[in-house]
């Protein structure tokens, strides 16, 4: 007799395949974009099994995927709904990338810097209460890094997202971590969000930077909080890239 741990009592798990996946993306991709609008019907599963080449499980599971990603809403006998955005799982890698690639009029880019603002400020403050010397000649040494590399907006990069992470982390609250730090990498992926930096960018969030490690090697909270809220939301100022829709283009 076979007990509900038992292997063969349990139906296998259809495999996603890098097909599965490419279906996924695409819709995702679809509902981002509009094709798909809030309250709108998706196609019949036999219609989307052909417009895609695929079978029918393939085209099952990736709306399973969607609905678990809170973008639609299955009912039985009245079909696949798209739900709003206000709906969806933000932070879900695939929809957040998704959206960021398509952010023509930056508004995603907007509420993104607004967030990042807020969380790394409180864990920025967090951090000046948990300073610890190693800690802040961690964040030192990136700074360092920054300034070394200012001719190099590459390395500029890596060593400005590692004192970023390394804030993250001395603040020890792992939830604010976790969702700012996954914001953060999937907007650095984005060549909008990096923009377009104008002469002495580099010089002045160096001088940011430092800012936020002097706060924080005092141990003054409010001043480190204060310090990081001001970086984020001017760098962002600096280099944000006028918005084509805005622009009339």
Known sequence: MTTPDDGAARSPRVPFDRI????????VESIVT??????????????LSTDFGVSRTVIRESVKRLQEKGMVTVAQGRGTHVNPIA???????LVLSTLILHDDTLGILD?????REALEAVMAGAAATHRTDAAVAELRDSVVQMRNAIGDPDAFRTADVEFHHSVMRLSQNVLAENIAGS????????????????EDAYEAAVSEHERVVEAIDVGDAVAAQRAMEEHIRV????RRL????ASGR
């Open 20 to 27: 599965g996946v490419a279906v996924l993306r695409e819709l």
């Open 34 to 47: 509009g094709q798909f609008a809030p309250g709108d019907l998706l196609p019949p599963e036999g219609a």
């Open 87 to 93: 709906s969806w799982n933000l932070l879900d890698p």
């Open 111 to 115: 509420d993104l810097s607004v967030v």
């Open 183 to 198: 914001l953060f990498d999937h907007a650095n992926e984005s060549t909008r969000y990096r923009g377009v930096n104008p």
């Open 235 to 238: 760098s962002w100022e600096r």
């Open 242 to 245: 006028p918005s084509p829709r």
